[in-house]
């Protein structure tokens, strides 16, 4: 053990945090905030794997010594190794570094912290009887990360949710070049915009396309199903699993069909129900609800699933292979986190955002028949606003649909939605 923490913890020999990583995302700045001793609640970092979780803990690690915070009051530890007491891995660190992490201001980093059993109350307890701590948390198996921070460490926490590259950090790492000015970098940009719907992971900017598909199966998706879900789940079916991410990402946007999927896959809808869960869970799909009737309120019919993100799909398929309309649908998901989309009987929006409408079309022009549903539930729910994302390059505005290109979407995201 005190091998082990001495080597996840070697800027406590000279000062140096060689894992930190020049580049910092938009993020490092809302969590370097809430080290500030103002602030006593944990970090909850969560995420999909290979955002950079741990890179932003060494990253905050590496400015707290720059700021002049004693390099043996930081502590860092990773749950990938197997420890089941949290209170003898502290005792250790007391031990190697002469500090009473009771008594003295310490900052604690743990990272994938779900995998340590019943890790929201161990760190609830060491929160409420050790004011002097600051603790950072980081996990992969995301959701249920922030609904146990909800649920047990409620007033205790700040989120701090990191997502897979946007398309200005994707510049920025891939030339060394600083999006300062959006217009003035806007032509630059966007010649590499194809590569970066390729590979928007923090680790492969520059790698070739082969290598990224095993990156991505290899590094996350395998991980996510083979270790991380049996680990947390225990009696887990990882051939379910990848059986359902393969319908999932060859067709984003699926209507979850649940008599459909288990007759053809051969397992009781009790076990199917679960395994959605589980992915669901870990951040690799996400449900879309769909809104109905005059409230729009979400049913629990016909709810669609596509990928968490669209790099998933990259993990089982050419980008050429999966439809292209859908494709855009599942990049547009990702970037606004859609929780919903609308349907009655055979009309239908791809998502909504609060109660406007948004439209994904896959053509690099915009016919009248594009706009037809985005019309239709504007006059029939009295809205006055739509938005419709293509693959085109001019804005256009059409009966209050504001027409964007999905570039511009990707470069600028909500600016084209009312806040």
Request: proline share 3%; charged share 30%.
């Amino acid at each position: 053990m005190e091998k082990l923490v001495s080597l996840l913890n070697e800027w406590w020999v000279d000062g140096k945090v060689r894992q930190a990583k020049e580049y910092k995302r938009r993020v490092f700045d809302d969590a370097l905030e809430l080290l500030d001793e103002k602030y006593r609640q944990i970090m909850v970092i969560s995420g999909l794997r290979r955002v950079g979780k741990s890179i932003l803990m060494f990253q905050l690690i590496e400015r707290l010594i720059k700021s002049g915070v004693e390099p043996r009051k930081i502590f860092y530890f990773s749950f990938d190794e197997r420890v089941e007491d949290l209170f003898e891995l502290l005792n250790t660190y007391s031990i190697l570094t002469k500090f009473d992490w009771r008594k003295e201001r310490v900052y604690m980093f743990f990272d994938e912290i779900q995998k340590l059993k019943d890790w929201s109350s161990k760190i609830k307890l060491l929160y409420d009887n050790f004011p002097n701590l600051k603790i950072v948390v980081s996990g992969s198996a995301s959701i249920l990360i922030e609904r146990e921070a909800l649920s047990n460490l409620a007033g205790r926490h700040f989120l701090i949710k990191m997502e897979p590259l946007s398309l200005k950090e994707f510049f920025e790492l891939k030339k060394g070049r600083k999006v300062d000015d959006p217009d003035v970098w806007k032509n630059d940009v966007k010649m590499i915009f194809e590569e970066y719907l390729l590979k928007p992971l923090p680790e492969i900017v520059e790698w070739n396309e082969q290598l990224v598909r095993e990156y991505i199966r290899s590094n996350v998706v395998e991980k996510v199903v083979r270790r991380d879900l049996p680990e947390i789940f225990g009696n887990v079916n990882s051939s379910l699993l990848l059986s359902l991410l393969e319908i999932f990402c060859s067709q984003p946007g699926v209507i979850l069909n649940l008599d459909s999927f288990s007759s053809n896959l051969r397992v009781s809808k009790k076990t199917l129900i679960e395994h959605i869960g589980y992915l669901e869970n870990s951040y690799l799909i996400r449900v879309v609800r769909n809104l109905r009737d005059s409230n729009l309120v979400a049913s629990r019919k016909l709810r669609k699933v596509y990928p968490y993100h669209w790099c998933l799909i990259y993990s089982l398929f050419n980008k050429d292979e999966v439809e292209a309309g859908k494709f855009y649908e599942c990049v547009v998901a990702s970037l606004f986190d859609a929780k919903y989309y609308w349907r009655d009987g055979d009309k239908e929006v791809d998502f909504m955002l609060g109660k406007i409408p948004v439209e994904v079309k896959a053509g690099r022009k915009v016919y009248d028949w594009d706009l037809k549903n985005l019309k239709y539930f504007m006059k029939r729910f009295n809205v006055s606003e739509g938005v419709l994302i293509y693959h085109g390059n001019e804005f256009e505005e059409a009966d209050g649909i504001k027409i964007v290109p999905l570039f511009d979407f990707c470069y600028t995201t909500q600016r084209f939605f009312r806040q």
